[in-house]
């Protein structure tokens, strides 16, 4: 495939301005970013795992065991994992639409 040159480009972006339209390019940009974060922390949580689950060469040298420590009681709720970065972006933007609906329904027309 040629390589694009600066005319192609700018002849694709009137192009993509024409069929979408001005206003639309910067939410489609927008969530094509989300969709992409998403896509990376998930490829990188899966790489994560089978990194884990990648059995390792260890060498094992004879040391003293150090006493266990007491077994601590188990909590009858489970702990809730910390949401991710994604998750807490979406609950930031549920929160300023709310706000955004109650401050326009609160404005005097």
Known sequence: MPNLGPTELIIIGLILVLLFGAKKLPDAARGLGRSLRIFKAETAKLRDDDDAAAPTATVVQAQPQPAAPAP??????????????????????????????????????
Do not use: F, M, N, Y
Request: aromatic share 0%; glycine share 2%; charged share 20%.
């Open 72 to 109: 601590q009681p188990i909590s009858s709720t489970p702990a809730a994992p910390a949401p991710s970065v994604e998750e807490q972006a979406r609950v930031l933007e549920e929160q300023a639409a709310k706000l955004r609906a109650q401050a326009g329904a609160q404005k005097p027309q």
